[in-house]
């Protein structure tokens, strides 16, 4: 597996990035690869899914000039901003049993997530609610998952010393939410790691077994003009 820790200037370009590595893997041009990037700014991201308007405060976020996104993955909406590290596995799926089903990949992803964080820091650290993980009941990484024929894509967020605070304002109270959450507002829902971006690096590249460095980014120019760069893609539903 290789590793690219690049970080891109607007988040469209991050997304579509993490779209484009997909791609090149489904098309056999490409390589495994854990990415890692971190926002310079706070925008909002939704699944592919999501109703805007259901999981996402717009009057909030046009007032801050919070921008809206929509991923290509599933699971939930989540703010992002500084202090918050992305992460994204791109694997093959033939030849790896525990990756041909979607709960077999979040079982078999999540809980080598876990194992890889665990002796780094104090605390019960849990796979909760399929794609979370949480530290003593506070979820700190949410996750999704986008899946082709031979590739897909897993990727998630880790908040370190992010502002919890700004959940609330731009968030809603989730439309669905898992049982451990028991009707818990963000604040008291989340939880900053105790540990620096450095240290999940570290761990996640010894996870994965991380040979060396991606020298050849895809191009995406045509995902972020056609996706990530449009509103009718952003906000459709």
Not at 10 to 35: F, H, Y
Not at 62 to 76: H, I, L, M, P
Not at 135 to 159: P, Y
Request: aromatic share 8%; hydrophobic share 40%.
């Amino acid at each position: 597996m290789k590793c690219l820790d690049l970080t891109l200037p607007t988040p469209a370009e991050n997304l579509a990035c993490d779209e484009a590595l997909l791609e090149a893997c489904e098309e056999n041009s490409g390589e495994e690869v854990l990415r890692f990037w971190e926002p310079r700014e706070y925008f909002v991201v939704v699944g592919y899914s999501n109703k805007v308007a259901q999981e996402v405060d717009l009057a909030a976020c046009q007032a801050e000039n919070v921008k809206v996104y929509r991923r290509c993955s599933g699971g939930g909406t989540v703010l992002q901003g500084p202090g918050c590290l992305n992460y994204s596995l791109i694997l093959k799926i033939e030849g790896e049993p525990s990756l041909q089903t979607i709960t077999g990949a979040n079982c078999h992803i999540m809980g080598r997530q876990r194992d890889a964080l665990s002796s780094r820091v104090d605390g019960a650290v849990r796979v909760q609610g399929h794609t979370d993980l949480s530290l003593d009941e506070l979820k700190f990484s949410g996750n999704a998952q986008r899946r082709k024929h031979r590739a897909l894509l897993f990727h998630g967020t880790f908040l370190l010393h992010f502002n919890l605070a700004w959940m609330g304002r731009f968030l809603p109270m989730p439309s669905r939410q898992p049982d451990y959450r028991r009707g818990r507002s963000h604040e008291q829902f989340v939880t900053n790691l105790p540990v620096s971006a450095d240290v999940v690096k570290d761990a996640l590249r010894r996870a994965w077994s991380v040979e060396a460095a991606l020298e050849v980014v895809p191009n995406f120019a045509t995902l972020l003009a056609e996706k990530y760069w449009r509103e009718d893609w952003n906000l459709k539903f």
